[in-house]
């Protein structure tokens, strides 16, 4: 009997390093949480900085915000909200045990939302700026009314685009990743006991979503279009 609970076969994507998979699940859930304070302090910085440099040149920045499209950074702030919920759902369909044809149905939706994201940011916004010479670097025009504080417009877009930008290529990292647990959903691979990838890179989803949840504020509605009374 001893010999028999020696070899005894390990749950599915048991790794022989830890002594269970509790172990193995907090383990991977400590290494995700590590990676997402590093990226957590990245963004601060950025933040920080737009903060400090919105202060400076607050008029600037103010128009340079009034040119955005409201509508469609509310409408890509829907898209992510949605693709959260369908990650959340394609976790909690493998904590369930549900068919593997249910998790991956949320994986593909979550994919899906998160390309129309980008279809909406790079062919409708950020061509927009194009052909509306928004974008530093390219033939950048800065406008009469603007007044003195032109100058300083295409400092907000660099921001702009650079965090923007910054956020969408988190965003093709994570079709990578949802592409291959979608593989492995399909193979069965995922279970009641065994779900520990799903369950981390939900992490890295929600923090991508939860990353823009703070950059449409800050780019879009406080740079003078909902300005607070008593801001200027």
Known sequence: MSDMAVHAPHPPGFKHQFEDMEQQREAGSLGMWVFLVTEIMFFGGLFATYIIYRTLYLTAFEEGSRLLNVKFGAANTAVLIGSSLTMALAIHA????????????????TMILGALFLFLKFN?????????????????????????????????????????????????????????????????????????????????????????????????????????????
């Open 94 to 109: 493998a904590q369930a045990g549900k068919k593997k044809s249910e998790q991956v149905m949320y994986l593909v939706l």
């Open 124 to 232: 409708y916004e950020w061509r927009a700026d194009y052909h509306e010479h928004l974008i530093p670097g390219f033939g950048f025009i800065i406008r009469p009314e603007w007044g003195a504080a032109g100058t300083h417009v295409p400092l907000y877009f660099c921001f702009y685009f650079f965090m923007t930008g910054l956020h969408a290529m988190h965003m093709i990292i994570g079709f990578g990743i949802l592409g291959t647990l979608t593989v492995m959903a399909h193979r069965g691979r995922f279970s009641s006991e065994y779900y520990a990838p799903l369950e981390v890179s939900g992490l890295y989803w929600h923090f991508v979503d939860i990353v823009w949840i703070f950059l449409f504020p800050l780019l879009y509605l406080i740079g003078g279009r909902f300005a607070l009374p008593g801001v200027h």
